[in-house]
């Protein structure tokens, strides 16, 4: 028995989220698409992110803490998320963001209605928040708080169990709609998605193979980070790991998607995602789902296929100029 079960959690999604054919996509595309509405997930304005939240606030409230620290960039789905979780449960967030204070759209204007403490790195750089992240724990440590820490995208073996969980859910409903999908298509950023799906699939033995498009690193860094964290999840859970021969590569991940870079939409996903809204009434953000569709698109599979549609609703309102 694995134990998945065992594990503290606080309900925070509304679950099942719907999967549903998309017949007029498919039709304009001449691939069966199905949609996993991970937008759908019910607090705030949903995401993917919700689902592992579910398990880190839940280890948040078992080890008595009072406050929640994490950190991304300011148009960071994971970073409001994750202060709107804790709000839930009475954890104080505090955000540490990269670069210094932009005009609040989109998730930053979120940020400051949950009423998140913003912290500025001062630093272009993405990975300045991680020791922005470890010096402001320090500080609440010091001021007699107790913070939960979280990495940026807060991906941990831990997080990785909200996708685990998942791909039970998306099981049943394979079995409803007698449906069996040649592939799971994704965006993969910080890599805690794909690799609670990849996970997933080696349990439950599905159909599908999971694809994860690389919309923020290199293909081999994020291959390397799904294969790990799938595996470190696998054995905090107790499930079957990675092919400890290695003879079997089953963890798929596609580069050459991001276009300008991270955060910054491509002419390959706006054009993705507004096929998607124009045919199926469906929004793609721009930073992870319409590059994933774009990439889907461009590869053109033998179907039928599932896509998760993964969230990212305030970056539609973002302006357009700033880095996500
Ligand atoms: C974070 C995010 C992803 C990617 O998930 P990771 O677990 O970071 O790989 C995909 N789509 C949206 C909308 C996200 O916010």
Redesign the pocket.
């Known amino acids: 028995m694995n134990r998945l079960l065992g594990l503290p959690r606080v309900p925070l999604a509304t679950l099942p989220t719907p999967l549903h054919p998309a017949p007029r996509l498919s039709e304009a595309i001449g691939v069966e698409v199905w949609l996993k509405r991970d937008d759908l997930t019910g607090l705030g304005l949903g ?3 919700v689902r592992g939240l579910e398990y880190l606030i839940g280890d948040a409230l078992a080890q008595g803490c009072d406050c929640l620290v994490t950190g991304a960039g300011p148009q960071s ?2 970073a409001m998320l994750s202060a709107l979780a804790a709000r839930r449960c009475g954890l104080d967030p505090h955000l540490v963001f990269y670069g210094s204070p932009v005009s609040p759209t989109g998730n930053l204007l979120l940020d400051e209605l949950i009423g998140a403490e913003v912290h500025y790195t001062g630093e272009p750089d993405r990975t300045s928040v991680d020791a922005g992240i470890e010096a402001l724990a320090e500080k609440l440590r010091a001021a007699g708080r107790r913070p939960y820490i979280l990495p940026r ?1 807060g ?1 941990t073996a831990l997080g990785s169990a909200g996708y685990l969980r998942a791909s039970l859910e998306l099981a049943g409903q394979l079995v409803d709609a007698c449906l069996a999908p040649a592939q799971l298509w994704l ?8 690799a609670g799906l990849v996970a997933g699939a080696r349990w439950l033995r599905t159909p599908y193979e999971v694809i994860g498009v690389s919309v923020s690193r290199p293909e081999e860094e994020c291959t390397h980070r799904v294969r790990a964290l799938a595996e470190d999840a696998a054995e905090l859970l107790g499930l079957p790991g990675n092919d400890p021969t290695g003879t079997a590569e089953d963890v798929t991940v596609l580069g050459g998607h991001i276009g300008p870079g991270y955060g910054k939409p491509s002419e390959e996903g706006a054009a993705a995602a507004e096929l998607v809204a124009r045919t199926e009434g469906v929004f793609l ?1 721009p ?3 319409a590059k994933a569709m774009g990439a889907l698109l461009r590869s053109a599979p033998a179907g039928p296929v599932v896509f998760l549609v ?3 609703t305030p970056t539609l309102f973002a302006a357009r100029k700033e880095s996500m």
């Open positions: 995401g993917n992110k789905n994971w995208g991906a965006a993969s950023g910080s890599c805690g998605t794909q953000d930073v992870f789902a993964s969230g990212g």
